[in-house]
C-alpha cells in the first residue's frame, strides 16, 4: 500500500475535529485497497484556501457502485457528516464522489481556525 501525505505548511497548526479523517482513511483502506490483491493508495491532503481548511482522501479504488446514494453511505460516512453538523449553522462542506482520475475521493472543508484557537488541537 502508498500512502501520500501532501499538507501544506499553514495547515499544521489547524483545529480539526478529532478523529475527523481516521473513518475516512479506514474506509479508503477497508473498501478502496484492501479488496484488490495487488494492493493500491491512498492520498491525503490539507490546504488553506481563503479561510477554510480543505482536507481531502482518495484512494485508487474501484470507487463507488452506480447505484450508490448518500442514504446508504455507511457507518464511516454518516459518523463524518454528523460530526460537523455544528449547533450554530457554521458552514462546511462535504462531498463524496467518483475521483476525476480512478478510485473514491472525499472532500471536506471546514472554517480555519488555529488549534490554539478555542483550546482546540490539531488532530
Known sequence: MKVDLSIDNDTLDAQVPNLLLQP?????????????????????????????LCLTVRDDGGGLPSDWNEDNGGVGLGNTRRRLEHPDGEKHRFEVGNSNSVGLEVSLTIPFRLANEAGGSPE
Open 24 to 52: 475516512l482513511v479506514e474506509n479508503a483502506i477497508r473498501h478502496g485497497i484492501a479488496p484488490r490483491t495487488s494492493g493500491g493508495g491512498v492520498w491525503v491532503t490539507a490546504k488553506r484556501d481563503q479561510g477554510e
